[in-house]
């Protein structure tokens, strides 16, 4: 990163995914430094605000996006989202990723865990339910998802954790039946590999 200056001071929003990096002097980048992946946005003048619906099923209208960031091997997302005044949605839903969200304006209020506000923020494990939701004012937010961000809807308060873990595997076993008996096989289940990205680092391996 080059030095950042602005002209009338600024509060910024730093988000890490495995812990803090050591900040070190140099001109010249880490070994391991993603250049090519590096995104440099004006999100308020360069970016216009779509619908939500390129993750389905979609939330409810209303929810529009500034999509910042999709890492193009783990569709994990960086964006800007907002609530309209008045936005509801009357359904339950969790996602088999982990997610993460900043309110840099407004309050939302949700069914689980009461309103987030202003400077509000939350870390959300996978499998969590959350909703219905609703904001009065509208909302203007900051999320990240850890990997590609699919809602899983439903409307039973009562699931838990593990009953909506399996209620997605479920799922999967329908929607794509040959690749997760594959998957599932003795020969599938062990490290599938990826012709195009031998490289890349899979978070479920330890090396092995
Ligand atoms: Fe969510």
């Known amino acids: 990163m080059p030095a950042l200056s602005?002209?009338?001071?600024?509060?910024?929003?730093l988000?890490?995914?495995?812990?803090?990096?050591?900040?070190?002097?140099?001109?010249?980048?880490?070994p391991l430094a993603l250049r090519s992946q590096f995104v440099s946005v004006d999100a308020y003048h360069g970016?216009?605000?779509?619908a939500a619906d390129f993750v389905k099923p979609s939330v409810a209208p209303g929810c529009m996006v500034k999509l910042l960031r999709s890492d193009p091997l783990t569709h994990a997302h960086s964006l800007l989202y907002c609530m309209t005044p008045n936005y509801w949605q009357d359904n339950i839903s969790y996602h088999d990723c982990c997610e993460e969200s900043y309110h840099i304006w407004g309050t939302s209020t949700m069914m689980q865990f009461g309103a987030l506000p202003t400077g509000g923020y939350f870390w959300r494990p996978e499998w969590i339910n959350h909703g219905a939701f609703a904001s009065e004012l509208g909302v203007l937010g900051f999320g990240r998802t850890h990997s590609q961000l699919h809602n899983y809807f439903h409307f039973n308060p009562w699931s838990s954790p593990a009953e909506n873990r399996e209620r997605a595997a479920a799922q999967l076993r329908r929607h794509k039946p040959n690749l997760s008996r594959w998957v599932r096989s003795p020969d599938?289940?062990?490290?599938?590999?990826?012709?195009?990205?031998?490289?890349?680092?899979y978070e479920d391996e330890d090396g092995g």
């Open 6 to 13: 602005v002209p009338r001071g600024a509060q910024g929003l």
């Open 15 to 30: 988000f890490y995914n495995s812990g803090e990096p050591s900040f070190v002097e140099s001109d010249a980048d880490h």
């Open 47 to 50: 970016l216009q605000w779509r």
């Open 188 to 201: 599938g289940h062990n490290h599938p590999h990826d012709f195009e990205y031998p490289a890349f680092e």
